[in-house]
Nanobody
């Protein structure tokens, strides 16, 4: 059974950092594109970062570009999201999602069939 499990969320002060993990089981990430999404209360789910199956191609939303970095360790079947310079606007539930094919559009949630349960990130002083 294909499963994604996020971890690493928590409470952090503005300007701080967190690293989220997305561990996959039941399938190999070698063949899957992975994206991170987030959803704040009352807002739509937003695609913030993407990695192709090989890790050679990555993308970021403008809102996180230069602050967040996606990486993957296919040997550990895990994808990471390093988040630096966090602000209160980054407060949201963060999800990872996977799909076994490449499309031009990476940030549309409807194009991913497998999702984790989410991990809460709260940025507050």
């Amino acid at each position: 059974q294909l499963q994604l499990v996020e971890s690493g969320g928590g409470l952090v002060q503005p300007g701080g950092s967190l690293r989220l993990s997305c561990a996959a089981s039941g399938f190999s990430l070698d063949y899957y594109d992975i994206a991170w999404f987030r959803q704040a209360p009352g807002k739509e789910r937003e695609g913030i970062s993407y990695s192709s199956s090989s890790g050679r191609n990555t993308n970021y939303a403008d809102s996180v570009k230069g602050r967040f970095t996606i990486s993957r360790d296919n040997a550990k079947n895990t994808v990471y999201l390093q988040m630096n310079s966090l602000t209160p606007e980054d407060t949201a539930v963060y999800y990872c999602a996977a799909r076994p094919f490449r499309l031009a559009i990476w940030s549309a949630a409807r194009l991913y069939g497998s999702w984790g349960q989410g991990t809460q990130v709260t940025v507050s002083s």
